[in-house]
């Protein structure tokens, strides 16, 4: 269902209300949940991996150490970033500019995208979650990338020209540099290095533009809620204005610094799953600032609806998360379940601090 429309007949868009002076109150947030660090107060408690070696196949010391940062930090973290990942800083530049382009499309424009229910890809404002409560700051604009049959061509646009081709091959590629990483998870867990990537049986990719536009009030808002990621493994790439802010506890958050052409790489719920609890899955969310608005490229990698999650290991002394092999499907949609019923549970919770 599209959203409600405004006087123009078009609902609201965060990008045509950078000018005013203060936010509607459909995205003014709980006290307990606005951000509490700044956009740009940036923390280097992150991991930097150089990917430089990881393809030697001689057995040699490079890939062991790249492979064991790699490790350390999703079961520290479930994040970390990659540079030397060998993809193409032009093909990034041309990403980013042309997603610039498409979000400074007039309203009527991006909103011949709308993705409505059942679409496969397109314009959306907020989330694309239904019965939100409060909203994120942002648009975005997803694409329905892997496997190629998934791909409806009429949800990709005409306009920027040039962008359908860049965005191709950016999938293309990050298709690549996440089956790598999933091969170093797999070998990490003592399964053959394509475990992670056959579990998935046919992968699925999105690739998700988010558009983040300066925000009058952002203390007040977040441009993205908290979340870990449905799937296996996300690979966003961000721009220099910082926003992405990640915790270990739920309590402390710290914002990822950003590193030009660098890929932060995050481990979702399958990811968690697969390696029973072992590598964690990330949770994260945006923060917006009033300065400049902040642009992000998040791939996620999927595995198929009927592929089937359940540790692929499970090491001594360990008992396996799941009771019983389900589907991702189902794992989703206990997900959905359990997120709803929190948020159900903190608004009955707290009756007198929601306004
Ligand atoms: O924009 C960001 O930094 C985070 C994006 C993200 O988490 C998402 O799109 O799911």
Redesign the pocket.
């Known amino acids: 269902m599209a959203p409600t429309q405004t006087q123009s007949s078009l609902p609201f868009m965060p990008t045509s209300a950078m000018e005013e002076q203060t936010i509607r109150s459909n995205f003014i947030r709980d006290e307990d949940e606005r951000p509490k660090v700044a956009h740009d107060v940036f923390c280097d408690d992150i991991p930097i991996i150089s990917l430089e070696g990881l393809d030697d196949e001689d057995g040699g010391a490079k890939r062991e150490a790249i492979c064991k940062s790699i490790v350390e930090a999703c079961q520290e973290w479930g994040l970390f970033q990659v540079v030397d990942h060998g993809i193409d800083a032009q093909l990034i530049s041309d990403m980013f500019r042309l997603c610039k382009d498409f979000f400074n499309l007039s309203p009527e424009e991006k909103y011949k995208f709308y993705m409505s229910a059942g679409k496969k890809g397109g314009f959306q404002i907020s989330s694309h979650l239904q019965g939100q409560l409060v909203q994120d700051w ?1 648009e ?1 604009f997803i694409y329905f990338s892997y496997p190629t049959e998934n791909r409806d061509y009429t949800r990709w646009p005409e306009k920027p020209e040039g962008w359908i081709s860049v965005v191709e091959e950016y999938s293309k590629k990050a298709m690549e540099l996440a089956c790598k990483l999933l091969g170093v998870l797999s070998e990490a867990m003592g399964v053959e290095r394509e475990a992670l990537t056959k579990a998935c049986v046919n992968m699925d990719q999105k690739v ?1 533009i ?1 558009c ?1 536009p300066k925000c009058p009030q952002p203390d007040l808002t977040l ?2 809620r908290p ?1 870990t ?1 449905p799937g296996t493994i ?1 690979l ?1 790439s ?1 721009d220099q204005v910082g ?3 990640a915790t270990r506890d739920g309590e402390t958050w710290i914002t ?1 610094k950003p590193i030009p052409n660098a890929f ?1 790489v ?1 481990l979702g719920d399958h990811g968690m799953f697969m390696s029973n609890g072992r590598f964690k899955n990330a949770l ?3 923060v917006v600032n009033s300065e400049t608005s ?3 490229i ?1 791939t ?1 990698q999927n595995p198929a609806q009927d592929a089937i999650v359940y540790p692929l290991a499970v090491r001594e002394g360990e008992k396996p998360m799941l009771d019983a092999p389900i589907t991702f499907a189902e794992m989703y949609k206990r997900k959905m379940a359990r997120d709803t019923e929190i948020q159900k549970f903190e608004k009955t919770a707290n009756p007198m601090e929601k306004k």
């Open positions: 942002r975005f998700l988010n983040y441009g993205l979340h990621d996300t966003l961000q926003g992405l802010q990822v932060v995050n994260h969310q945006a902040r642009m992000s998040a996620f």
